[in-house]
């Protein structure tokens, strides 16, 4: 259902703004992260405030407000002035938060203004090189040896590789320890010095790692191959099969944003996706 929404109101967005809003920016702007530095969300939020401080000539500035299942940013948005000076960059937690918590302090559909789906991106499924699997069919196969023993961690509860994690110990009959932490870096600093075992990661913050061989990759959350990780099949065709999930990234306002400022925001978010330096 938000998807959908992402691409109509976008169109919307488009139809109704041919004649620019004046003056705008007026302020820097900021786009607010709710999770840490150097995760997937920060990335890609980074890359398109650079963008948009080029293209309309003023500061666009990231902000990151991880905690509380990334509800704090989140929330901290939709309370936000609808004046286009405050946008949103947030993972598929954003719809996930309302299915696994009884009490949200935001409504997902009725709070935002989506303006568009930014990205979709699998997770990788990595581990620690001492741990003693070499593939996703040994882990698994390790796994049920030591039920209970194995520990991955996540970004925290409900995020993405969270639900990664738990459809793959659904799917593969395997039971592992779960250790939360406040970011997605943290997490792959205690895989890469053994505190943890394992992890999944979004495709984005792991590559560097793997290239360098201080993580081992085992297989891609998503349900065909990524031409940026050739080398890294689906879990899917490594003996879970059916096995899929990715995330997604969108970018929103605070509902009731000018229909103009949500069109020029759309516009130039798609010259920065298309542009060559994001390409490569």
């Known amino acids: 259902m938000l998807r959908t929404l992402f691409v109509g109101l976008a169109l919307l967005g488009t139809l109704m703004g041919q004649a620019p809003a004046q003056n705008y920016p007026s302020r820097p702007v900021r786009i607010v992260v709710p999770?840490?530095?150097?995760g997937g969300t920060d990335?890609?939020?980074r890359v398109l405030a650079e963008h948009f401080s080029r293209a309309f000539g003023q500061q666009f500035f990231v902000e990151n407000r991880p905690g509380a299942g990334n509800m704090?940013?989140?929330?901290s948005v939709a309370r936000a002035a609808p004046d286009g000076?405050?946008?949103l960059m947030v993972a598929s937690t954003l719809s996930l938060n309302s299915v696994l918590y009884?009490?949200?302090?935001?409504?997902p559909v009725k709070d935002f203004a989506p303006i568009m789906q930014v990205a979709s991106a699998p997770n990788v499924l990595i581990i620690n090189p001492t741990v003693?699997?070499?593939?996703?069919a040994e882990f698994i196969a390790l796994a049920k040896q030591r039920p209970g023993q194995l520990t991955y961690g996540t970004p925290g509860i409900g995020t993405s590789p969270h639900m990664c994690m738990e459809l793959l110990k659904y799917m593969a009959g395997i039971d592992l320890q779960h250790i939360p932490y406040r970011g997605t870096v943290p997490a792959m600093t205690d895989v890469m010095s053994g505190q943890i075992a394992s992890m999944f990661s979004t495709a984005l913050s792991a590559r560097p790692q793997i290239d360098a061989d201080t993580i081992r990759a085992l297989g891609l959350s998503s349900g065909k191959r990524s031409e940026a990780m050739p080398s890294v099949l689906p879990i899917t065709e490594l003996g879970v099969p059916g096995y899929e999930a990715t995330q997604w990234y969108g970018l929103l306002a605070p509902a009731g944003t000018s229909p103009e400022i949500i069109a020029r925001i759309h516009a130039e978010a798609v010259k920065a996706?298309?542009?060559?330096?994001?390409m490569d």
């Open 35 to 38: 999770s840490p530095p150097a």
């Open 85 to 87: 000076h405050t946008f």
């Open 273 to 278: 996706l298309k542009s060559k330096d994001v």
């Open 72 to 75: 704090i940013g989140i929330e």
């Open 102 to 107: 009884k009490k949200v302090s935001y409504d």
């Open 43 to 45: 990335i890609v939020a």
């Open 132 to 136: 003693p699997a070499r593939t996703l």
